[in-house]
């Protein structure tokens, strides 16, 4: 539902989300939980979490931090690696919380050492995700340190991606926080079982806006913000009504310190404000109509979920979120640092 000031939608869900644990756990998840009804949670913790054994533990932390209170259900994803066993697929599709593999290149972004370091190794397992119906997640770059930074998405994409698609044309696949035009032309030509994610950092920003005035570390993130042609596509694709391009936020919190820092951390924490980011990315574009699909459809019907029960609304109303938020004995700089949003969850 639709007027002039205010915009309703069903309860969404956020498909890219980083939780961390512990204390961080505790001062972020209640952001997502007021207007998320579920949220894909990544595995990149510090151990990984490979296993459904492994992920139930971490799920119940994550419930524990959210209290009684809330209904918000973290459907949880396990971390891809060299040694993943073909019985551990098997686990996965058996279990109903796990809901996707989280493929990282090793050493691509934030906590992917223990990443996958050669597609081959991990073969055996994807014909058995394939065989399952169990989803793969793709943080789509390719990690040789010669590769420009901008182009490492693109060059994924044409390589092992296409590869991956040749070779498993039954697997599920979404390729996560793309963010140029080649990854959305790719997704929007392949079968329906290809779909993508987008940040709202990448439907609002562009390359030049991490140089403006000076460098904007909160604005950094992996993949790297590109050109405004780039942007440009991702909100073409976002807006337009395909069910393979949905919400995930990537809302990734890591301590002011380490992004404020001569080697400054890749994420951009987006959570305290994530619906009303993108209903600025969708108003601007005059798409407001196409938001409620976007965030609330099209992801879970990939995924095979139901969609939520109740609504959230929105109401048209410039505020300034907090320049920062308390994050155990540290504090988080968000990715609207020093401005106003002009939309407003009630
Ligand atoms: O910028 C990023 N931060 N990209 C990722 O892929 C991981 C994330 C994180 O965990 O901080
Ligand atoms: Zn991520």
């Known amino acids: 539902m639709q007027d002039n000031t205010t915009l309703t939608l069903g309860r969404p869900d956020d498909f890219h989300l980083h ?4 204390a961080a756990l505790s001062a972020v998840v209640a952001f997502t939980a007021r207007q998320f009804g579920r949220a894909l949670v990544m595995p990149n913790l510090k151990p990984p979490v490979t296993t459904v054994a492994i992920a139930a533990g971490y799920r119940e932390r994550i419930l524990r931090a959210v209290g009684e209170n809330a209904s918000f259900d973290p459907l949880m994803t396990l971390y891809l690696t060299d040694n993943t066993a073909t019985d551990e697929v098997a686990r996965v599709a058996d279990s109903d919380f796990v809901h996707a593999f989280k493929y990282y290149p090793a050493g691509a972004t934030t906590n992917s050492d223990s990443g996958v370091s050669a597609l081959k190794n ?9 065989r399952h119906g169990v989803i793969l997640c793709v943080h789509g770059e390719v990690t040789d340190p010669t590769t420009d930074v901008f182009d490492r998405e693109a060059i994924f994409v044409e390589g092992a991606l296409q590869q991956i698609v040749r070779d498993f044309p039954a697997l599920k696949i979404v390729v996560e926080h793309i963010t140029t035009r080649e990854a959305a032309e790719f997704v929007a030509a392949m079968s329906p079982n290809i779909a993508a994610t987008i940040t709202p950092q990448h439907l609002l920003y562009n390359r030049t806006s991490i140089f403006t005035g000076g460098i904007r570390p ?3 993130c992996l993949p790297i913000l590109k050109r405004e042609t780039h942007r440009l596509a991702l909100i073409d694709a976002a807006t337009s009504g395909s069910p393979k391009f949905f919400l995930g936020t990537d809302s990734a919190p890591h301590a002011k310190n380490a992004k404020e820092a001569c080697c400054g951390a890749a994420g951009c924490f987006t959570s305290h404000a994530a619906l009303e980011l993108y209903a600025e990315a969708f108003n601007a574009d005059d798409s407001l109509d196409k938001l409620d699909d976007f965030a609330s459809r099209f992801g879970a019907a990939f995924y095979g979920l139901p969609r939520n029960v109740g609504t959230v609304t929105l109401r048209r109303e410039s505020w300034t979120p907090p320049d920062d938020f308390a994050f155990g004995n540290e504090t988080i700089v968000p990715l609207t640092v020093g401005r106003t949003l002009p939309w407003k969850l009630l």
Not at 122 to 130: R, S, T
């Open 19 to 22: 939780l961390r644990d512990g």
């Open 122 to 130: 991990v073969y055996p397992v994807l014909d058995a995700m394939q």
């Open 218 to 220: 909160h604005l950094y």
